[in-house]
Structure formats: C-alpha cells, structure tokens
C-alpha cells in the first residue's frame, strides 16, 4: 500500500483522463488535485490482467454471490458494482460487497478492488467534510489522498468481518476517522445530524466508535421502539452520513418519497 500512497500523492499531473471529471471538485487544486485519476491508473493496469482473474475466480469460489455475476475478472466486478447504483434490480451488489470484504484475504487484490468500488461514495464523504477545509491539508486534492489511506486502512482493517451494510459501515467508519482529524485542529464544526440525534448520539461517542456503531448501540437502547431496519439504515445514510434523500435514491434504486418516509418514520419511533 506504501507504493500505491506514495503515487495518489504525487498525482499533480494526472488530471489527463477527463472521464473521472465528474468526481472532481473545485476544492481537488493544487498540486495533489487529481487522485482520483491516479487511482483509476494504477486499478487501469492490474485490474485486466491474469492476477484479477487468479483474484476474482478464488473469490467466486468462496461467494456464491460473486460467483453469479457475469464478470470474468475484477475489472468487471468493480464495474457491475458501479453500475448497481440507482438500478431497481442492483439488489444483488450489497450482498457482493458484504462477501468481498469478508472474503478479501484470498487474494491482495481484491482488498483493492473494494478501495475502487467506493471511490463515489468517498468523493460524497469528501464533499460531506467540506474536502478538509479548517484542517491542516493544503488542498482538496491531499486531504483526499489522505482519505483514501483512511479507507484503505479500514478495509483491510475489516478483513474477514461480516458485515450486512458494507457500504455504509466503510463509508461511516472512513467519515468518521476523517471528521476527527479535522475537528481536532479547529475550534467547532460539526455536520448537522439533528437536535434529537445529536443528543442521544453524543454522549456516547468516544475515539474508537464508528457512527454506525453508536447509532446501533443507541438502537439496541430503545427498547420498545422496534426501528424497522431499512428505516434505520435510511436514517443512518441521512442524518448521520449527510446524503441527501437523491443520493441515498441512486444507492438503493428507491424512489425519494418512498424514503423520505422510511426516514420520517424511522424519526419518530427514534424519538418517541
């Protein structure tokens, strides 16, 4: 991973492949402003050769999952996942996900192949934390270079674990390591997650707890209340991630008023 750092933070020139332009951010100058270019280069020349495949094929042994995808190496993997979002009929890529974090020591690479597939939903964490503004980066640019180490440590940190909500819990998890550091060189700056949940959810954070995880021990805490879980997770991305009700739309291929009521509801069961 020292290799792979070393070149995302020394990408100044790789803003050459305009087709990631979408991800980039006004705030990604200076010259560590191109990492996501970089990142798609160095998956570029691993992710087609006889090492994917070798990866991909003792993954789909292990995951049935994987296994009924059509992809051939991790290449196509990474790109069906892409291509899952927002699709009503991409209910399979949670799964795949799940299966690929709890299955990544059969092979380096598709630790990787993980890195790759939430690059969008680590350029949303970005945008969430305001690309580091207040902390001690020079640019957008190097504080998402940093936030991708946060993230590679997290995945290969999960190796093994079985995790239902992959994509939030990494997400969540990579938010939440990231958040600490600015806040711990600026005064006050908190993401909104509501006066309620603010309330009950504060008190229990400390250095080692994932906002998923307080928010879960906060649940278990209400007994009675029986939050139905696809409100909870819809809670969760919203309020606590800070998607909007249109992202958290093309993640689950779910209309925005369908979950703009799960949320709704999820709200007032959490603070009846």
Not at 8 to 33: E, F, L, T
Not at 36 to 46: E, G, M, N, S, T
Not at 142 to 169: H, K, M, N, Q
Not at 244 to 265: I, N, P, V, Y
Request: hydrophobic share 40%.
């Amino acid at each position: 991973m020292e290799e792979f750092v070393s070149s995302v933070d020394i990408a100044g020139s790789g803003g050459r492949h305009r087709g990631n332009a979408r991800y980039h951010h006004p705030q990604m100058r200076g010259p560590s402003s191109r990492p996501i270019d970089q990142l798609a280069l160095d998956w570029k020349a691993v992710s087609r050769g006889s090492e994917s495949r070798q990866a991909f094929e003792l993954l789909a042994a292990r995951e049935p999952d994987v296994s009924a995808t059509p992809a051939a190496d991790l290449e196509d993997l990474v790109g069906l996942l892409r291509g899952a979002i927002g699709d009503p009929h991409g209910g399979w890529a949670p799964r795949v996900l799940q299966g690929m974090l709890r299955s990544q020591a059969v092979h380096p690479l598709i630790s990787r192949a993980i890195l790759q597939a939430l690059v969008p939903g680590l350029v949303t964490v970005a945008r969430r934390l305001s690309w580091g503004s207040g902390g001690d980066w020079v640019d957008g640019g190097t504080f998402f270079s940093d936030l991708i180490t946060t993230a590679w440590e997290v995945i290969t940190d999960w190796c093994g674990e079985d995790r239902p909500y992959a994509l939030l819990d990494l997400l969540s998890a990579v938010r939440c390591r990231m958040r600490r550091q600015i806040l711990s060189r600026r005064s006050a700056r908190e993401i909104a997650v509501g006066p309620e949940l603010d309330r009950r959810l504060g008190v229990r954070t400390s250095t080692e707890t994932s906002d998923l995880e307080v928010l879960a021990q906060t649940l278990e805490d209400l007994a009675g209340n029986q939050l139905d879980p696809t409100d909870a997770a819809v809670l969760y991305g919203n309020r606590v991630l800070g998607l909007s009700m249109t992202e958290l739309a093309k993640m689950t291929g779910r209309s925005r008023r369908f979950l703009a009521d799960r949320r709704r509801r999820a709200e007032e069961q959490f603070c009846a």
